[in-house]
């Protein structure tokens, strides 16, 4: 664990390895610590120093010799949460730059990207659920969403989308199964689902493929027969789905809304 964290410090496997023998075996010389460790010791300076730069080590004359030691370990924790401020900087940063990215990207040519198996169509749904768009529209065969991906993986997407705040308006094509597909496929996960749900037309039963859009991106998901996925971004044809969609959406009947 020790090891990971100093990896996420910018400190390398060497670094760490010095300043666990350091633990280990207490104040040590240059020359101690590049022996013990099989490092030669002009490398063995250089971790010192770095880790004397992040305050982990100090250095100390004793008996006419040049001692390192560690310094108080708490200063881990210093360093972590002096890293954890600078992410929530680099957050906020980012977060102010996200529009100027998205206007950018709209404007590229159309992305393609295609996903095979049970993993590759919840990979493609995550591009929506981590899309940072709050508004969505779905339209797809509830029963063979849930056969192809399984009611725990479902609901691990519900519970993320409701978590991101991404309002869904659904479309669901008819089934009989109704009342047992809406309880598999939307467990309470929270005060508020943030969804609007309806059942299309009877004659729209059988709807081989779905697909789930917010912003520019849509992503397509296939039967449990075919078990593919693949997700486009493109504002025509985002533009063109939404069209078809509200003609739906008006023809449809009212499952659930919270």
């Not at 496997?13 to 666990?20: D, H, L, T």
């Not at 207490?26 to 120093?49: C, F, H, M, V």
């Not at 779905?138 to 009611?151: F, P, R, T, Y």
């Not at 409701?162 to 094509?173: A, C, E, F, P, T």
Request: net charge negative; glycine share 4%.
């Amino acid at each position: 664990m020790l090891k990971d964290t100093f990896a996420e410090l910018g400190l390398s496997e060497s670094c760490y390895r010095v300043y666990a023998t350091l633990l280990e075996y207490g104040p040590s010389s240059a020359k101690q610590i590049s022996e013990r460790l099989e490092l030669n010791r002009p490398s063995t300076y250089d971790y010192l120093k770095a880790l004397t730069n992040k305050g982990l080590v100090m250095e100390r004359f004793e008996d006419a010799k040049n001692l390192f030691q560690v310094d108080d370990p708490k200063q881990v924790t210093r360093l972590l949460d002096e890293r954890i401020e600078q992410l929530a900087v680099q957050r906020k940063q980012v977060a102010l730059e996200i529009p100027a990215l998205m206007k950018h990207a709209d404007s590229v040519d159309p992305t393609f990207k295609f996903y095979t198996g049970k993993e590759g169509v919840r990979q493609a749904l995550n591009q929506i659920v981590y899309s940072g768009e709050t508004d969505s529209i779905a339209m797809w065969s509830i029963e063979d969403v849930v056969n192809l991906l399984g009611g725990p993986e479902m609901v691990d997407i519900v519970k993320k989308r409701v978590q991101n705040k991404v309002y869904v308006r659904g479309i669901w094509s008819y089934t009989d199964n109704l009342e047992d597909m809406n309880r598999k496929f939307n467990p309470t996960v929270a005060e508020e689902s943030l969804r609007e749900v309806r059942m299309a037309p009877k004659e729209m039963q059988n709807l081989s493929m779905g697909y789930w859009l917010a912003g520019n991106t849509v992503a397509f998901v296939s039967s449990k027969r075919e078990a593919f996925g693949f997700v486009l971004r493109s504002r025509d044809f985002a533009d063109f789905l939404r069209s078809q969609f509200e003609m739906v959406w008006q023809a449809s009947t009212l499952i659930v809304k919270d």
